[in-house]
């Protein structure tokens, strides 16, 4: 499942390389190290900074996340060479962009969020009184 998340992520970096102007890369070999890059920082460093910035993500309503998804991209692209991204806005909008890929083929490939439900088991009704009066 691991590599169908990394694919997924891949083609959204690849999607917001070419359709959002300020994010470029030089070949396929940077895409796929900053694919595996996010992936990381998705994994591990991601929910320490929303953690961090709870306060301010839950007074934006969410929207913080993407300014630390941005981050992130912005990050990845200084640790690879040949992936480039131009300022925080191309990284904002692709962020946005990998984000909404990552919602919509996550859920296509099964990775959705699930709604665990759990029921309240019945007490036993033909078992004896366990409790011992004394």
Known sequence: MLLVRWAITALGV??????????EYADNKALLIVAVLLGLFNA????????????????TLGIGILFINALLLMLAAKLVDGFIVAGFLPAFFGALLIGLINVLLG????????????????PRQDARDDVIDI
Do not use: N, T
Request: aromatic fraction near 12%; avoid cysteine.
């Open 44 to 59: 591990f460093l991601r929910p320490l900074l929303i953690f961090l910035a709870l306060p301010f993500v839950i007074l």
């Open 14 to 23: 690849f999607l917001a390389a070419e359709l959002i102007p300020g994010i």
């Open 107 to 122: 859920g296509v490939a099964g990775d959705s969020v699930r709604v665990v439900r759990y029921r309240r088991r019945k």
